[in-house]
């Protein structure tokens, strides 16, 4: 019996994390108060990770959290309170141009799953070695690594002096 | 010469931050300061002036006060109500009445230095508490001594 | 019945899933009208982008490792776009008093 | 699935008697504490020693009106307190008391643990917009600002720690510190650990957020009763679990002679928090600038010195 329950709970647990990914994205682009997208985003990226850990792996849903909800949504936060001057300008009305993801991102969808069709499922989730990541990342993959952790620098150094250009000019 | 000035004020910075810490560490262990009132309460000084009492003749036990209202005409609040009579027999006026609006003393002690009699006294209750003024306006010293009339 | 009961590990939810985000995100791309509002946007199209990565490689590909290195670099990527773009929005900010994407129309010469 | 239902519930009853005895002792500690290092005795009525006071605090607490200011948004003023709580109650799993005892064994706890500390500032974050109000929305705002200048160090400190176990566990942490704790190798980095989780707690000397002379009360201004209590069950947990990773990561976990594991790993917490306190009752607060240059000057070089020279230690 108890195993039924905890399916149900997992069920539901996965419905959540659904309703968190779906909903949060929804409010994130169509609320008019900026700190409500703001929220609707943490929401969805929280239930990201959620999905990444039923995918089978727990690191890329710790490291989703930590740098999204971490360093990015507090970036973003930052960005809402230095920004703010009077309400939010909101979203515009939905007009004919509304149809441009729909059709695109049905399109996507329609050949993503046709080219789905031949292929058969190699893999499933809940098994993986996570510890070979870091062995990867400092072996094969250690170029774009180093590379990616240079963009880092350069991006933060950038963005700092945008961010100061006025200041220095005034 | 810039980082060997700022090294040095970190270092010293962490140790007066420890002699913070040794100091409340050291109130610790040191007696508190504080008395658990009601539990125990401070001694009084000796010269506390709490409201002025009635003093009883250790004889009789009736009031000391001989009526003669100089306390009344002394006081500068001119909160002291005193009557007296003679008792039958008597020689001297005892007092019948004697009430201190509370609300109005000073708590000078002038009425206490200018009893002839000795018979007023500060009392030593501090902690008097009601619920209304009026229970101070009039309170009566005479209660809880005796009476010959 | 017995559908729902694989559905969390399954190939095809995660698919319509990202593509959901994918789509979400792209309206809002298309509609706010604020940097930052934008910059939100990006960031759910992105993760759409991530999980059709994850998914593919968790059930596709032999070893899904080479998928969850390349998520992390998203993640990385993302993390350092999000900071020039705010670099920006608060470097317009200071010098036009807005980030409505409508006012900042000027920019074009 | 291999766990079984009766497991989670008992680990969700033992977690939440936990959060909630902890922080019934920790209130009771902190005014303890706060009395005798000012000369007073603290809570001396209710029980022995004044132990029931919390106990009287929270029913009184419990039992009080919870206000919603009118031009508050009702929906996030709700949530705030929840979205404090949660992730705090859910970095208890990975702890571990002592080589058994522990809810959930986690190959990368210590990242769980960090990722979920960040969610408790979302928490603040909303709970100062919500009440939509000045002092509530500065306080939040100022969380916010902080977590930059504190979580940088935090980070390099643990990785410095990861780097000499090579592990994520905290287990394995704990574990590799059988012989020697790390607090005996890296004395600075403990330091800088311990004023970091200072900030990351909120407790002063580094209050900013609530930043009682200054923002009333800061992000929890306009929380009443359960709201409140919530909040200051969220900060009590965070210390818990800040001292808990302390332990672990510095001070070898359950290790120690004589009394089995759990005593150990719990006398260790309470002295870390006592420490904490010793803190709180002892320094003025710094101003929030003095803060983030302190942070930026002096903790984030200290850690990366000490990061660099472990690493050329340990490659030698």
Excluded at chain 4, 10 to 31: C, P, Q, S
Aim: include cysteine.
């Amino acid at each position: 019996m108890f195993d039924t329950v905890i399916h149900d709970v997992y069920y539901l647990s996965f419905a959540m994390i659904l309703v968190l990914v779906l909903g949060g994205g929804i409010i994130a682009v169509t609320s008019k108060s900026l700190i409500y997208c703001f929220f609707g985003l943490v929401s969805s990226l929280l239930g990201v990770a959620g999905l990444y850990y039923n995918l089978g792996s727990p690191l890329v849903a710790v490291m989703q959290i930590m740098i999204y909800i971490g360093a990015v949504c507090v970036a973003i936060a930052f960005g809402i309170s230095l920004t703010r001057k009077t309400e939010d300008e909101g979203v515009k009305p939905p007009d004919i141009k509304a149809a441009i993801p729909v059709v695109l991102v049905t399109a996507m969808l329609g050949s993503t799953l046709k080219g789905l069709e031949g292929r058969h499922i190699v893999a499933s989730a809940h098994k993986a070695d996570e510890s070979l990541i870091g062995w990867m990342l400092l072996k094969e993959y250690l170029l774009p690594f180093e590379i990616i952790s240079i963009l880092l620098t350069v991006a933060v150094i950038g963005a700092v002096t945008i961010a100061l250009i006025n200041r220095r000019i005034g | 010469m810039m980082d060997c000035c700022y090294i040095k004020e970190v270092v010293k910075g962490f140790f007066s931050l420890c002699t913070g810490m040794r100091v409340t560490m050291g109130n610790v262990f040191t007696r508190p300061a504080t008395i658990q009132w009601p539990r125990k309460a401070a001694p009084l000084p000796d010269r506390f002036r709490g409201h002025i009492m009635m003093l009883a003749n250790d004889k009789t036990g009736y009031p000391k006060c001989i009526a003669c209202t100089s306390c009344a005409r002394n006081c500068p609040s001119q909160c002291i109500t005193v009557t007296g009579k003679k008792p039958e027999g008597e020689k001297k006026k005892v007092a019948d009445r004697f009430e201190l609006d509370f609300t109005k003393c000073s708590l000078c002690g002038l009425c206490v230095e200018i009893c002839p009699v000795g018979a007023l006294d500060f009392s030593r209750d501090y902690a008097m508490a009601s619920y209304t003024r009026n229970d101070f306006a009039a309170m009566d010293l005479l209660q809880g001594l005796g009476s010959p009339f | 019945m017995e559908f729902l009961a694989t559905l969390p590990n399954n190939l095809l939810l995660y698919v319509v899933v990202a593509h959901a985000l994918f789509a979400i995100g792209l309206y809002g791309m298309l509609f706010r009208r604020n940097l930052i509002g934008f910059l939100i946007s990006l960031e759910l199209l992105l993760q759409g982008v991530g999980i059709n990565i994850m998914a593919f490689g968790t059930y596709l590909v032999p070893d899904p490792i080479q998928a969850r290195i390349t998520t992390l670099f998203i993640i990385g990527i993302a993390a350092a776009e999000a900071a020039v773009f705010l670099g920006i929005a608060v470097a317009v900010f200071r010098n036009y008093q807005t980030i409505g994407v409508d006012e900042l129309s000027k920019l074009k010469g | 699935m291999n766990i079984s239902l009766l497991g989670i519930v008992g680990y969700l009853v033992g977690i939440a008697a936990l959060v909630g005895l902890n922080a019934v002792i920790l209130v009771w500690l902190e005014r303890k504490v706060a009395g005798h290092m000012q000369f007073r005795l603290g809570p001396m009525e209710v029980g022995p020693h004044g132990i029931l006071q919390t106990l009287a605090d929270g029913i009184k607490l419990v039992s009080k009106q919870l206000v919603i200011p009118d031009e508050a948004d009702k929906p996030l003023f709700l949530l705030a307190p929840i979205v404090s709580l949660v992730p705090i109650f859910a970095a208890m799993v990975p702890l571990p008391f002592s080589e058994t005892v522990q809810a959930w064994e986690l190959n990368i706890g210590l990242l769980l643990i960090i990722a979920l500390g960040l969610l408790n500032t979302l928490g603040i974050l909303l709970a100062g917009w919500g009440s939509n109000n000045k002092y509530a929305l500065l306080g939040g705002a100022r969380a916010v600002a902080q977590i930059l200048a504190y979580k940088i160090p935090l980070l390099i400190c643990v990785m410095t720690i990861i780097m000499m176990t090579g592990s994520f566990s905290l287990r394995d942490i704990a574990i590799a510190q059988k012989d020697t704790w790390n607090v005996l190798y890296q004395p600075i980095l403990f330091i800088v650990y311990i004023i970091t989780v200072t900030l990351e707690t909120n407790r002063s000397p580094f209050d900013f957020s609530e930043a009682e002379s200054e923002l009333v009360a800061g992000f929890h201004t306009e929380y009443s009763g359960m709201g409140f209590s919530l909040f200051f069950l969220a900060e009590y947990s965070y210390m818990f679990i800040a001292a808990g990773l302390a332990t672990v990561l510095f001070l070898g976990g359950w290790h120690g002679p004589w009394l089995p594991g759990v005593a150990w790993t719990l006398i260790k917490i309470y002295s870390i928090i006592f420490l904490m306190m010793w803190f709180r009752w002892t320094f003025p607060r710094v101003r929030i600038d003095q803060m983030l240059s302190f942070g930026w000057k002096i903790l984030l070089p200290l850690s990366l010195i000490n990061f660099i020279i472990t690493a050329g230690v340990l490659a030698l």
